[in-house]
């Protein structure tokens, strides 16, 4: 979940049905909106033999409990869902790849998608990952007027994605693109980046003198998906892996389709607080050094997500 906030934000693209998956131990679901710490916490303190690569340079705090733990918004397939009671997606199997690198175990607690940022910087989460895409806005800290919100979070970038319409399936509408929905009703979640990119699709509608875009933003993917499966939006708007795996596996490929091509594609990153910069960089590390291997491949092929790949990590790379 695509870059203002975050019950799965902007190009608020955020590229949703994600096989259970267990990431170096088990990935526990909290339920949404419940952000308590899963259960699943190591605490021995004994790190002596730990023979990962990049053990050593991580912060001590997370070489003695041998635990990172992540917030997300588990209703992103096919990056991060709920799966009998699971956590799984290509976040989840990634975070398992980097795990392997650093020795530790990433122990995933969903929470609303627009609380995660908050979450991360009060320290209940040690990171974020949940398809957020890497813009300045995020780094700074502020929402879409500009405003200081925070302080905003460090991102480091593991993959690439972009803005993508759907629609029911046999598009009724025929809707061909985003520049067609001007006048039209669109659904998308809330806080994400790619409802950034629906206003500013409305925007572009009104200044060519056209009707701007009925915006109907709901708390959470689902509840958007549904009421575009009602007809109550002729489209929905989504993050382009999310919007394809939609419309492969929703009722086995018969209620949804995607329409045109992605656009303003940029990065999705892993957050990290700004003051915990030794683990921002060695998972940086770690991102380059699961590409080097092929296990992020595997992973993003394992989920379709392929189109997402990056050759090399990097920090703050979102514009």
Known sequence: MTASTLCRTTAKSRIAAVCAVAVAGTLLLTACGDQTDSDSTKTDDDTSGNSAPLFDKLPEKYRKSGVIKVGTNAEYAPM???????????DPDLAQALGKQLGVTFTFTSGSFDGLITALNTGRHDIAMSSITDTVQRQQGLDDSGKKLGKGVDFVDYFLAGTAVYTKKGNPEGIKSIEDLCGKAAAVQRGTTYEKALNKQSKACTEAGKKAVKIQSFENDTEAQTRVKAGG???????????????????????????????????????????????????????DAIIADGSYKKVLDKWGAGTGAIDKAAINGGK
């Open 80 to 90: 991060e869902s709920s799966e009998n009671g699971e956590i799984v997606g290509v």
């Open 233 to 287: 939006a002729v489209a929905g708007v989504n993050d382009y892996p999310v919007a394809l795996d939609l419309a492969r596996k929703a009722n086995n490929g018969k209620d949804f389709e995607v329409v045109g091509e992605q656009v303003d594609a940029g990065p999705f990153g892993i957050a990290v607080n700004k003051d915990n910069t030794e683990l921002r960089d060695v998972l940086k590390e770690a991102v």
